[in-house]
């Protein structure tokens, strides 16, 4: 379970932060709708870890909190990885910050732990909620599988 979280996790880690620093070169990290990409980016690498995860180990296809917690170990190193590159960018660039906080009706509180404390939460939120409705999903898919393989014979 370790090296899968943590292949899965560094991958979304990377992934997270190469598709920021794309998009602020392209002068489109303010645009708020791209986060969408990075919840494809988030679920897609969720999924993948599952699937690594329950072929390794078929016998936990019924339990879907082991599922979930593969999901959440993984996507904990990669959000957490990218909350810490966040705070250090942002403490970095002040012109960044200082646009988020103009951005924002609450901008006099945002500093780069704050703002990175948002991204946290979110992460969190979209690794739990994620990693369940995937887990159900590879679960369903699989035991479909097994049970086409068991027809067949």
Same mark, same amino acid.
């Given at each position: &379970?370790?090296?899968? =979280?943590?292949?899965? $996790?560094?991958?979304? /880690?990377?992934? !997270?932060? %190469?598709?920021? *620093? @794309?998009?602020?070169?392209?002068?489109?990290?303010?645009?708020?709708?791209?986060?969408?990409?990075?919840?494809?980016?988030?679920?897609?690498?969720?999924?993948?870890?599952?699937?690594?995860?329950?072929?390794?180990?078929?016998?936990?296809?019924?339990?879907?909190?082991?599922?979930?917690? &593969?999901?959440?170990? =993984?996507?904990?190193? $990669?959000?957490?990885? /990218?909350?810490? !590159?966040? %705070?250090?960018? *942002? @403490?970095?660039?002040?012109?960044?910050?200082?646009?988020?906080?103009?951005?924002?009706?609450?901008?006099?509180?945002?500093?780069?732990?704050?703002?990175?404390?948002?991204?946290?939460?979110?992460?969190?939120?979209?690794?739990?909620?994620?990693?369940?409705?995937?887990?159900?999903?590879?679960?369903?898919?699989? =035991?479909?599988?097994?049970?086409?393989?068991?027809?067949?014979?």
């Amino acid at each position: &379970m370790k090296k899968i =979280a943590i292949k899965y $996790g560094a991958l979304m /880690f990377a992934g !997270f932060t %190469v598709f920021f *620093l @794309a998009m602020h070169l392209l002068g489109q990290s303010q645009n708020y709708n791209l986060r969408i990409f990075n919840g494809i980016i988030h679920i897609g690498l969720i999924a993948l870890a599952i699937r690594e995860y329950r072929k390794a180990n078929p016998e936990t296809l019924a339990n879907y909190v082991s599922g979930v917690a &593969m999901g959440m170990y =993984a996507s904990l190193i $990669g959000v957490v990885g /990218f909350v810490i !590159f966040m %705070v250090l960018y *942002l @403490a970095g660039d002040t012109e960044f910050l200082a646009h988020i906080q103009a951005s924002v009706p609450i901008g006099e509180y945002i500093t780069p732990i704050t703002a990175s404390l948002f991204i946290l939460v979110e992460g969190v939120a979209v690794s739990l909620i994620g990693s369940y409705i995937v887990t159900r999903i590879i679960d369903m898919n699989m =035991a479909g599988d097994e049970a086409w393989e068991r027809y067949r014979r």
